[in-house]
Structure formats: C-alpha cells, structure tokens
C-alpha cells in the first residue's frame, strides 16, 4: 500500500544511498533547506523509483531529524548510523572498521 509524499526529507537524510555516495543518517548534499531536490530532474534512479509507504506514516514526527532518528531506530541503524555521521562520504563510512558485536545486555560478545 502506498502513501502519499509529503515531501518531509526523511528519505534524504536516513538511508544510505550508494549512487550518491550519502552515508547513512547523513543528509543528502542535493537537500535544500525547504527538503527539496536540488537535482531532481537529474536523481539517481533509486531517488526516482522511491515511493512513501507505511513507513513514512509510522515515522510521522514534527521535524526532519525526529523523523530520521525515528526511521534509523526502526532498522535499528541508530549506532551505525552515529558512526557514518563521521564521514562525508559513503565509502568513507563503510571503511571504518565495525565494533565487535554486543550481547543483548550491551557487554561485548566473545569471537
């Protein structure tokens, strides 16, 4: 089921997006202020295909960054997402080393 666009800018700011080398939670160089595409008859196809669905309705929130903290916490991306603020690039983020996984209680895990 789709929903309609209401052109908040979630979609630029949560997801990575590999063709414009945005990390993830990272807004997109493209956004404007008013959360328009600066580049919008020339977006990458994966900008163009993308349509809003439930998701947007559940993230609903009274500004942008509410919004994306609410989208990466639904993925569960908000630790990764904390590291890729580091970087300006996606391939930048991508290669800084992961930390060791976390049992469900925070403690590091054992290889």
Partial sequence: MSSECTRCGTCCVAPD?????KPLGVRCRHLTADNLCAIYEQRPEICRAYQADELCDRIQAPTLEERAARYLEHFQLGD???????HTSMRSARSEPCPPPRSP???EEEP
């Fill in 80 to 86: 990764e997402a904390a590291r890729a603020a580091r």
């Fill in 105 to 107: 209680d925070g403690r």
């Fill in 17 to 21: 997006i590999a063709a414009l080398d």
